[in-house]
């Protein structure tokens, strides 16, 4: 099964446990009287529908090379990730406000068997975070990563809602706002997660150096081909789930114009075969006295 197939169903399961999860925690939350709770529910309703553009953003960076688009569409995949934060955005300032004006307002305290629903809530966003994160290192998609993190924060926000609630039930009369208060909480940390998603996928589209690690694996397998004395520039451009190789390499200055054209061949053969993420591999051939030249 490819990466970008991969992918597709793990996204699948994002959206399934997703949608399952805000209905329940739409009703305990009205019938628990519980506003983090509902808060929640607001999040996890946005993590539907985010994971629905991801898993279009999947679908359409999966789509092979053409005329216009020669490296692919990958790119789309951080694009999409940047709507993902909106949604993000957008759930977590609509719960700041609402806790905000619940706090102002008197009303009924959360109802203990909120605590319950809670607790395997946290347990099986937690399972689910791990299940994607590590589709996400296996896959090196943006968009899946960004997901992951979605069931991380509704996790941590879960545990906030299950503080709240067990500090208004244990302080009794008064302490009825403090379900309020951990809402408020939860929405200053689903707007930290944006940021953490925010930043890798803008490094994607600016072509950041982020790749030290494969540039090393690159730089090992290409001085074991015999003919390659050494390597010199190596960049990396990744779009979507793949990466784009831009390497230098020196050869003996003596050798024909033909041979270390075959040599070229045979490191970039070798490196599509042992690295199975590389999409291309553009390669420069220097001869090997003018490698302190330029």
Known sequence: MSNEQKA?????????????????????????HSYALIADAIESTTDFFSSFLVLLGLKYASRPADKNHPYGHGKAEPLITFMVVGFLI??????????????????????????????????????????????????????????????????????TAFIGI???????????????????????????????????????????????????????????????TGTEKCQVRKVGMRYFIDLHIEVDGDISVRHGHDIAHALKAKLMSELPELADVLMHVEPEEMKNEE
């Open 8 to 32: 597709i169903n793990t996204t699948w399961f994002s959206m399934g446990s997703n949608a399952l999860l805000a209905i329940i925690k739409w009703v305990a939350g009205y019938f628990g």
């Open 166 to 228: 067990s500090i208004a039930l244990l302080m009794g009369k008064g302490w009825e706002s403090a379900d309020d208060w951990a809402a408020l909480a939860a929405s200053a940390f689903i707007l930290y997660n944006c940021y953490l998603i925010f930043r890798p996928a803008l490094g994607e589209i600016m072509d950041e150096h982020l790749y030290d690690d494969l540039i090393d694996q690159i730089r090992e397998i290409a001085i074991h081909v015999d003919g390659v």
């Open 90 to 159: 957008t759930s977590a300032l609509i719960i700041a406000h609402e806790s905000i004006q619940n706090i102002r307002t008197p009303h009924e305290g959360p109802k203990a068997w909120t605590l319950f629903i809670l607790a395997a809530i946290i347990l099986w966003k937690e399972i689910s975070y791990q299940l994607v994160i590590r589709k996400s290192r296996e896959t090196k998609s943006t968009l899946l990563k960004a997901d992951a993190w979605h069931h991380r924060s509704d996790a941590i926000t879960s545990v």
